[in-house]
């Protein structure tokens, strides 16, 4: 049976531009996109987005009565009537401390150096992909504001002109210098800079370069895979010359640019464009015993050179490999293992890749809860985990890090946190033109859906004089629309999750746990070992009824 997701959301006013995925967001979403899926309304409207429109004049009601299918939709959230838990220190029981402002949803995850974070998600890899490229001071400046982590993919050294190699190794990098520079301009504390390690990366020599002109301000990524496909990463490009520059760089580009007849081809138009692929990672490994051995290796090796916190990103492979990552992870001692479930992505995987291949997320992270669990009962100290895939919206997130509690501290986040980075890009384009061209501005003029809201930043974006108090009257100036658009739609999703939690009486994020889901379906119960609804506390409730 196939799902299709609705597209519109009359009660919030919000409609998908294209068809819907899993997650609530468009299966293609553009960069030029002028509205208006909840995520881009969000990015300007905030918190208010959290209730139906047009208030005193409209009642409005669920149409989530029916759950079709097993996935992150067909969980519910359970609500209690009575108790608090997890009051953080200063407050009491009453109902004037018991409000949803008042819950904490801030953390920290790792081993011996704990990385604190302000609200629970994380990014994507956003990689050598150009879109990460062109908005990453929205996404960078924004992350390091509200403070979540957010990850430097792969291949960022790979396929920067300006990098500089000797004997292989990386001597200058200033795309990659760019991507931390800009997350640690306004870090105070609280998220993280990752970033990531595939094949060519390891080749290039990017976790000694970083080591040494940044020590343990990065935490260094292994990257087993992702969701959106199980070949290495992919870009397009359209320029012979840069196609030849990446074959000469080690990667594999398809078509070959070197050959006669594509060149030719090229020259005519028939071929507009190459594509860049990494390579797989343990190809020369044929037992899970290898793998490990490898694995640990790559681990002290990183340790030795100096860093401090290491995880690692695994996608969505089948069990045995979902068992080796927890268990590897465990053992390393690893700060925190990311689990992307199929299939979305930020670059160009394979179209039919992404809708056929791996475990779509709410099977995988079932699972990793399960192994997690296993290691536990004997003792183990589990390393902490993010879940990703398909997730984001603030119930995805309570719902995500519910299912994998208490492992699960973060929720990764990979194209609906870029949204906010688009919309305030375009915005800032239109209001500021000598701008447009640096940031990747598409519009030239507001569409209704952002001129209906106002003129400038100050009345478009409801998160524009909170970030103006953290920041300073001067510096305001230079924050991109970008990041006070990532503000903005984090502050929705932390009052939304703040809402969910008070809900269910758990007043910190860390005290969230499985019992607080229940499954509307008796496929997604079997699936997840989340009963269902009216089978969780039926005993306590007939015990009320025959006391
Ligand atoms: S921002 Fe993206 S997901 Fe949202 S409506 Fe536009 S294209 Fe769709």
């Known amino acids: 049976m196939s799902i299709q997701w609705p597209k519109t ?16 967001l468009c299966t293609l979403c553009t960069a030029a996109c002028k509205g208006k899926c909840e995520t881009w309304l969000s990015s300007m409207i905030g918190r208010k987005l959290l209730y139906p429109r047009d208030f005193g004049t409209i009642t409005s009601g669920s149409r989530n009565t029916t759950h079709l299918g097993i996935s992150y939709n067909s969980l519910r959230i359970q609500g209690y009537n009575y108790g608090a838990k997890g009051l953080p ?12 402002p008042n819950v904490n949803i801030g953390g920290e995850f790792g081993r011996e150096i704990k990385t604190k974070y302000s609200i629970p998600i994380m990014t994507g890899a956003l990689g050598s992909t150009f879109i990460a490229a062109k908005y990453w001071d929205s996404f960078a400046i924004g992350a390091s504001l509200v403070g979540f982590p957010i990850v430097v993919g792969e291949n960022v050294v790979g396929i920067d002109k300006k990098a500089e190699l000797k004997d292989g190794k990386i001597t200058k990098a200033p795309e990659l210098d760019r991507r ?24 290039n020599g990017v976790a000694e370069y970083v080591i040494d002109k940044y020590g343990d301000k990065v935490v260094i990524e292994l990257k087993w895979g992702q969701g959106a496909k199980d070949i290495g990463g992919e870009i397009q490009v359209t320029s012979l010359d ?22 030719e081809a090229f020259k005519h138009g028939a071929i507009k464009s190459f594509a860049r692929h990494s390579r797989l990672g343990y190809t020369n490994l044929s037992s899970t015993d290898k793998v490990k051995e490898d694995f ?66 709410i099977y995988l992270h079932a699972k990793a809860y399960e192994y997690a669990k296993m290691l536990a009962d004997k003792g183990e100290d589990v390393v902490d985990m993010a ?22 501290k973060l ?4 194209r609906s946190v870029m949204i906010p980075g688009f919309v305030g890009s375009n915005i800032e384009g239109v209001l500021h033109p000598d701008r447009r061209e640096k940031l990747n501005g598409n519009w030239d003029e507001l569409p209704k859906t952002v001129s209906g809201l106002g003129k400038d930043a100050d009345d478009i974006f409801a998160g524009y004089y909170d970030v103006k108090k953290k920041v300073g009257t001067k510096e305001i100036e230079k924050i991109p629309y970008g990041a006070i658009a990532v503000w903005t739609l984090c502050d929705k999703l932390a009052a939304g999750l703040q809402q969910l939690l008070a809900g269910a009486r758990k007043f910190d994020v860390d005290q969230i746990s499985r019992e607080d889901l229940f499954s509307a379906n008796r496929d997604t119960e079997k699936e997840t070992g989340i009963p269902f609804i009216t089978d969780v506390a039926d005993d306590n409730a007939k015990k009320i009824l025959k006391g």
Not at 180 to 203: H, M, P, S, W
Not at 242 to 253: P, T
């Open 411 to 414: 929720v990764c986040m990979g």
């Open 242 to 263: 840069y196609a030849l520059f990446l074959k000469e760089r080690g990667y594999v580009v398809d078509p070959d640019p070197t050959k006669p007849e594509i060149q």
């Open 180 to 203: 931390i520079d800009t997350f640690l301009k306004y870090y105070d504390g609280n998220g993280a800079i990752i970033v990531q390690l595939n094949v060519e990366d390891t080749r």
């Open 296 to 361: 640990m290796k790559s681990v002290d090796y990183l340790r030795k050179l100096g860093y401090k916190r290491i995880s690692l990103k695994t996608g969505s492979y089948g069990m045995e490999a979902l068992a080796m990552s927890i268990k590897y992870a465990t053992e390393a001692k690893l700060d925190l293992l990311t689990i992307d479930g199929s299939g979305g992505g930020t670059g160009m995987s394979p179209w039919n890749m992404m809708e056929t291949w791996g475990v779509p997320s």
């Open 9 to 24: 959301n009359d009660a919030i006013g919000a409609v998908n531009r294209g068809d819907a995925a899993e997650s609530g």
């Open 89 to 100: 220190n200063g407050l009491s029981d009453s109902a004037d401390d018991c409000i949803f």
């Open 387 to 408: 879940f990703a895939g398909g997730l984001a919206r603030e119930d995805h997130i309570f719902k995500a890090l519910a299912l994998g509690a208490p492992f699960t």
